[in-house]
């Protein structure tokens, strides 16, 4: 049972434009979620978290929304830039225990 | 500062062989997990371990252990090498064990199994 699910495996936009990657989870115990960045042959690099007591977190041309009631969370990347271009996986944590639960990841192409 | 350092970076074992990986967490972190990132999917969740102690196993066999080591490095023990092994393996270190702490990971040892 997929606990953390990204629906879209890839996503192609402009350089310049917003990229919007989506997460939903179906734990209602999760109140941490995390978006890792994946480069081929590099490990996870973390971006962006957000704890569930807030809706929105922002650190530069990233943002989180968290919306509970619909068990989903979003990843903004405003302006986008070909070095975005890289694998985006959502976490969550919760339920009692630490570990991070993993999407099987959305593959970002940003055309120059 | 370092980061997460894993070793090896690639490793090559047959079927039924024993593997060790090892793992360095950035340093001052006190917790260290690891996963299994299989292809086209999300890393798995295997252990996670804080100040010496297990506090925690995701759904794997008992062909898989781990340990952590007075100075917080850590090594991942697989028995009995199965074709399904074959993976990449990932190591996270946390400042602490609690809620939002972000995992920061190594960039991994590639495992295959002939």
């Known amino acids: 049972d997929q606990q953390v699910k990204q629906n879209s495996p890839s996503l192609s936009v402009q350089e310049g434009r917003i990229s919007i990657l989506n997460c939903d989870y179906t734990?209602?115990?999760?109140?941490?979620f995390l978006w890792y960045k994946k480069y081929p042959a590099e490990g996870p690099t973390f971006l962006i978290s957000?704890?569930?007591?807030?809706d929105k977190n922002e650190d530069g041309r990233f943002t989180v929304f968290l919306n509970k009631s619909a068990k989903h969370l979003s990843l903004h990347i405003v302006p986008s830039q070909p070095g975005d271009s890289a694998v985006y996986f959502c976490a969550a944590s919760g339920a009692g225990r630490r570990a991070l639960t993993f999407g099987s990841g959305t593959r970002l192409q940003v055309q120059p | 500062d370092a980061g997460v350092t894993q070793s090896p970076t690639h490793l090559i074992k047959t079927r039924g062989q024993h593997v060790t990986l090892r793992c360095s967490p950035i340093s001052g972190h006190k917790s260290v997990s690891w996963y299994q990132q299989v292809l086209g999917q999300g890393p798995q969740f295997i252990f996670q371990?804080?100040?010496?102690?297990?506090?925690g196993r995701g759904n794997f066999p008992d062909r898989f252990s781990a340990r952590q080591f007075p100075n917080y490095s850590s090594e991942l023990n697989v028995n009995a090498l199965l074709l399904g092994d074959s993976a990449l393996y990932l190591c996270?270190?946390?400042?602490?064990?609690?809620?939002?702490?972000?995992?920061?990971f190594g960039d991994g040892t590639r495992l295959s199994i002939l």
């Open positions: 371990y804080y100040e010496k102690e297990e506090r």
């Open positions: 734990n209602s115990m999760f109140d941490y």
């Open positions: 957000i704890s569930s007591i807030k």
């Open positions: 996270a270190s946390s400042l602490e064990q609690g809620w939002n702490q972000p995992q920061h």
